[in-house]
């Protein structure tokens, strides 16, 4: 799809656009509003991705949840069937570099977690909608994934990646709730949830 094609372009230019320090303090402000939020408290075991590059850094969120006592699960993709499988780490070294750098659980030392045991997923993006739809990194992986996943899901984004409509297939899947520098965000509603 050209037009996915063409967001998916413009937003990661914006975001490259930050610099260093930018990027840092709408970070901070990102974890701030999801380590207060309900989803965060009530989570004893979370789904998270392994960020690079110009993501959101989830690093600190990986490590905030380990100081906690949460338990941290991350993603391995199978690419045949372009399915997700998560993984539970308990420290950085069980994880390695995999298919287009991207840093993936180290099966042997680690355990296959199964998806309704993970109390809350937050799924990467590039661009949403204010309903939740997004545009990741081409693949469909996660749109698999959350089709029957049944616990709340939330990404972190910048309210500049939120864009105004995005070409929507039958397989998407909303996300429910965006975290922005600005707060939380129900995609059901356009009323701000707490």
Do not use: C
């Amino acid at each position: 799809m050209i037009e996915k094609e063409k967001i998916r372009n413009e937003v990661i230019l914006m975001l490259q656009s930050f610099s260093e320090t930018e990027k840092k303090s709408i970070e901070q402000t990102l974890y701030t509003n999801l380590f207060a939020s309900k989803f965060w408290k009530k989570a004893n075991l979370i789904g998270i991705t392994l960020s690079k590059g110009f993501e959101w850094s989830t690093m600190p969120i990986i490590k905030r949840a380990w100081q906690e006592g949460k338990k941290v699960s991350v993603p391995r993709s199978i690419h045949a069937s372009r399915e997700l499988h998560f993984y539970q780490i308990e420290q950085f070294s069980q994880v390695k570099v995999g298919y287009f750098d991207i840093r993936e659980p180290i099966v042997e030392q680690t355990k296959q977690i199964r998806k309704d045991h993970i109390e809350l997923m937050l799924v990467p993006g590039i661009a949403f909608t204010e309903k939740g739809y997004r545009i990741g990194f081409g693949g469909g992986y996660y749109d698999r994934f959350l089709m029957d996943y049944p616990n709340p899901t939330l990404s972190l984004l910048h309210s500049d990646q939120i864009v105004t409509t995005i070409p929507v297939e039958t397989h998407d899947v909303p996300v429910n709730y965006l975290i922005t520098e600005r707060g939380i965000f129900s995609t059901v509603s356009t009323e701000q949830s707490k």
